[in-house]
């Protein structure tokens, strides 16, 4: 049992779960198809955490190349989805070690936000790619217009986030970096879904001796509330907010 009262197996349970998390399920198999990746392409995964993505990538012939600074997660990749085409390394992406021009796709789910200077990020991501390059991205946005402050800042505090994201500033950043928006696509943009995620943040809230209930409302929300979701977003999506920003971007 880990000090915050949790089981390894536990907590290996609740990583699996959160990658069929309703918040995280569209965002992720948008960003794959974007990324369509062929064989024999270099993909460098900002913020690559268990592998589980770098797995489905190389399955498609590609080579894939992940970046982290959590040591356990990183670990746990190297563990599970280390092979022939995926290399992991222990790496902060403020300070990226790869040679230039080195890669011809770089893909990071929802890691942004969480850097102090993610401009810094987006040139070294620049300089990584080859000419053309292609860049996919997701980041908190919370731009919703019922999200309420308090909740950006409690979201801020619980998910350790910096920084927000709308087209609007993410295509500056990315201009100022030599990169050009080439399409996006906020997620998560009805207040039906918005009810949804307020109940995912209050089970995050849950203390540790808590876990077992947190996991079966991340199952509930995985099936139940994915439906849910998909219904509304469906039929009153929201082009201009959301609570996801995904975006796709070509190096000059």
């Not at 779960?17 to 995964?45: K, M, Y």
């Not at 190389?58 to 995926?86: M, P, Y």
């Not at 936000?113 to 919370?142: C, I, T």
């Amino acid at each position: 049992m880990n000090p915050n009262g949790t089981t390894k197996p536990m907590v290996s349970m609740m990583e699996t779960l959160a990658h069929w998390h309703f918040r995280r399920i569209e965002e992720c198999s948008t960003l794959l198809q974007w990324l369509n990746p062929q064989p024999g392409e270099r993909v460098l995964d900002i913020g690559c955490g268990d592998g589980y993505y770098d797995a489905r990538i190389a399955a498609r012939g590609a080579h894939v190349v992940g970046v982290d600074i959590h040591e356990k997660r990183l670990a746990k990749a190297q563990r599970k989805h280390q092979s022939e085409r995926t290399d992991y390394h222990y790496m902060d992406a403020e300070e990226l070690g790869f040679e230039r021009a080195s890669f011809d796709k770089v893909i990071s789910f929802c890691v942004i936000e969480h850097f102090r200077n993610e401009d810094r990020v987006l040139e070294h991501v620049s300089r990584v790619l080859r000419p053309g390059g292609k860049l996919f991205l997701s980041a908190d946005s919370l731009s919703n217009p019922e999200v309420t402050d308090a909740e950006r800042e409690a979201h801020r505090r619980r998910y350790a986030v910096n920084n927000f994201y709308t087209m609007e500033h993410l295509q500056e950043k990315l201009e100022r970096a030599g990169l050009v928006l080439e399409r996006y696509h906020y997620i998560l943009t009805t207040p039906i879904t918005l009810a949804l995620a307020r109940l995912s943040w209050k089970l995050d809230d849950l203390p540790p001796f808590l876990m077992p209930l947190h996991g079966i409302g991340y199952a509930a929300l995985g099936t139940v509330g994915k439906f849910i979701s998909d219904f509304a977003e469906d039929h009153a999506r929201r082009p201009d907010s959301g609570l996801t920003l995904l975006a796709e971007a070509r190096k000059r």
